[in-house]
């Protein structure tokens, strides 16, 4: 892997190791760039309106944390269970109002409108 550069009066290394960090870097220009792929997420989640909004959330207020869901690999399945979470408190608190209401699915059916 020792596949090298020259430049002006010295020769760098296209590739380097560094033992403190256990990281490859990859000459870039005139600097070492630190080669580096994010994780694969386990699954494939749906993300919808709620961890939509969470993302937009984050990115804008959260910006730390955002950033280190991101470089993690767990921003996916972060905002996954926010949807999923914030699902189940919609379904809930619209069952809520329905009783409170006194709609039942008769009701729904005898009248469109409501």
């Avoid at 010295?10 to 994010?38: A, F, R, S, T, V």
């Avoid at 699902?87 to 059916?109: P, S, V």
């Amino acid at each position: 892997m020792c596949e090298y550069i020259i430049m002006e009066d010295y020769i760098m290394e296209k590739y380097i190791y560094n033992e403190q960090n256990g990281l490859w870097y990859e000459l870039q220009g005139d600097y070492y760039i630190p080669c580096l792929e994010l994780p694969a997420e386990k699954e494939e989640r749906h993300i919808g309106v709620w961890g939509q909004r969470h993302l937009r959330y984050i990115r804008e207020h959260k910006k730390v944390f955002y950033t280190n869901l991101l470089t993690s690999g767990k921003l996916q399945s972060h905002l996954a269970d926010v949807e999923e979470q914030a699902q189940e408190l919609f379904d809930r608190l619209m069952k809520q109002q329905a009783e409170r209401e006194g709609i039942t699915e008769k009701l729904k059916a005898d009248d469109p409108k409501m």
